[in-house]
C-alpha cells in the first residue's frame, strides 16, 4: 500500500479481555516499529522488527505485551488481559532501514472499559 | 534511560507570533527529529538534525541543534492557524539503540485567527 496501514482504528474491550492490533508496514520496509501514547503525549517505544535479527522488547510494559511479525511484513501487537490503564493509542511505524524517515500509521485508539 | 525533556507543554498563541519550542536532553543523540501530529493522525516527520551546531530552515520554520547534541530548538515565525498541532522532537541514540527513538512529552501548539 501507499503508507502504513493499521487497523482497527478503534477498539473498546472490557478489562480482562485479549486484544490483537495489526499493522501493515509500506511494502519493502526492512523495520517495524510499535509505540504507544497516551492523550495529547510523546510516544512510548514498545518493540521493533529488524529484517531476520531478533526484535527489540525492551520497551514492552508487561509480560501481557506480545508482538510478532509475519513474513517480515505484517504485525500484530497482543495485549492479553487487559487493563484501565492500556487504554492509549498504538501507533505503528516502518522505515526502509533501520535509521531512516520513520512512516507512521494512524493509530489504534484502544480504550479499555 | 534516555530522556527528552521537551517545553512549553501548551502554546498558544494569536497568527503571526513567533515562538519557539525546546528539546532538552542530559544525553547526547547521534540525530534528532522533529515531527508534528494531527489529531487522529500518526506523526509526521518534519526535519532531520545530525550535525552539532546544524540549523536546519523549513519556509518559517527553523530548527536548531545544540553543539553538543544534547538539545534543539524549533523556532516558527509568523504562526498561522495551519501550523497548529503537537510537535514532537524525537533522539536517535545511535549505538545498540540505533533507530529505536526516545521521544519529547510533545508540545501542543494553538495558532488563533
Known amino acids: 500500500g501507499a503508507g502504513v496501514s493499521q487497523s482497527p482504528s478503534n477498539k473498546v474491550t472490557e478489562k480482562g479481555k485479549d486484544v490483537e492490533l495489526r499493522c501493515d508496514p509500506i511494502?519493502?520496509?526492512?523495520?517495524l516499529y510499535w509505540y504507544r501514547q497516551s492523550l495529547g503525549q510523546g510516544l512510548e517505544f514498545l518493540i521493533y522488527?529488524?529484517?531476520?535479527?531478533?526484535?527489540?522488547k525492551s520497551g514492552l510494559p508487561s509480560d501481557r505485551f506480545s508482538a510478532e511479525r509475519t513474513g517480515g511484513s505484517v504485525s500484530t501487537l497482543t495485549i492479553q488481559r487487559t487493563q484501565q490503564e492500556d487504554s492509549a493509542v498504538y501507533l505503528c511505524?516502518?522505515?526502509?532501514?533501520?535509521?531512516?524517515?520513520?512512516?507512521f500509521g494512524q493509530g489504534t485508539r484502544l480504550t479499555v472499559v | 534511560t534516555q530522556l527528552l525533556e521537551q517545553s512549553p507543554q501548551f502554546l498558544s498563541i494569536q497568527e503571526g507570533e513567533n515562538l519557539t519550542v525546546y528539546c532538552n536532553s542530559s544525553?547526547?543523540?547521534?540525530?534528532l527529529q522533529w515531527y508534528r501530529q494531527e489529531p487522529g493522525e500518526g506523526p509526521v516527520l518534519l526535519v532531520t538534525?545530525?550535525?552539532?551546531?546544524e540549523v536546519k530552515k523549513l519556509k518559517r520554520l527553523t530548527f536548531q541543534f545544540g553543539d553538543a547534541r544534547k538539545d534543539s530548538s524549533l523556532h516558527i515565525t509568523a504562526a498561522q492557524p495551519g501550523d497548529t498541532g503537537l510537535y514532537l522532537c524525537?533522539?536517535?541514540?545511535?549505538?545498540?539503540?540505533?533507530?529505536?527513538?526516545?521521544f519529547g512529552q510533545g508540545t501542543i501548539l494553538t495558532v488563533h485567527p
Open positions: 511505524a516502518s522505515t526502509l532501514r533501520l535509521g531512516s524517515e520513520a512512516f
Open positions: 511494502s519493502g520496509h526492512t523495520a
Open positions: 522488527f529488524q529484517g531476520n535479527s531478533a526484535p527489540d
Open positions: 544525553s547526547v543523540f547521534s540525530s
Open positions: 538534525v545530525v550535525t552539532g551546531g
Open positions: 524525537a533522539g536517535d541514540a545511535g549505538g545498540t539503540s540505533y533507530g529505536k527513538l526516545t
